[in-house]
């Protein structure tokens, strides 16, 4: 039995709507990602990198293939990755309006903890 070092859970229902529109393919690659991000102490930024100017925002990396996706998510407490919204990356630089919606979603998240 594997470890687990950190939990992953969804934030309401973007990661989940995202995951479901994905090729079965793609959905095993994901969860094989955040498996990834749940056991190692130490997380390869292959699978998770930080997102420059947007503080305490990550991105999950997942690649197939020539085809990228990215999940956004931030950690809680340390030990609780939060997951937020996904998308299809089609170019070099991650679109603004994903970067945007995800710290919303993450500003959200925060103020319904009250802290």
């Known amino acids: 039995m594997v470890l687990k070092v950190r939990t992953v859970i969804a934030y309401k229902h973007y990661?989940?709507?995202?995951l479901l529109a994905q090729p079965n393919k793609v959905q095993d690659k994901i969860f094989k990602v955040i498996e990834i991000i749940e056991t190692?102490?130490?997380i390869p930024s292959t699978y998770l990198k930080s997102i420059k100017g947007a503080d305490g925002l990550y991105e999950a990396r997942i690649k197939l293939g020539?085809?990228?996706w990215r999940v956004?998510?931030?950690f809680h407490r340390g030990k609780l990755v939060i997951?937020?919204?996904?998308f299809v990356k089609k170019s070099q630089?991650?679109?603004k309006?994903?970067?945007?919606?995800?710290?919303r979603l993450m500003t959200e998240y925060y103020?319904?903890?009250?802290?």
């Open 15 to 18: 990661f989940e709507e995202f």
């Open 40 to 42: 190692y102490e130490r």
């Open 66 to 68: 020539s085809d990228i």
């Open 72 to 74: 956004f998510c931030f």
């Open 83 to 86: 997951l937020l919204n996904g």
């Open 93 to 95: 630089k991650t679109p």
């Open 97 to 103: 309006k994903e970067i945007d919606k995800a710290l």
């Open 111 to 115: 103020a319904t903890k009250n802290e």
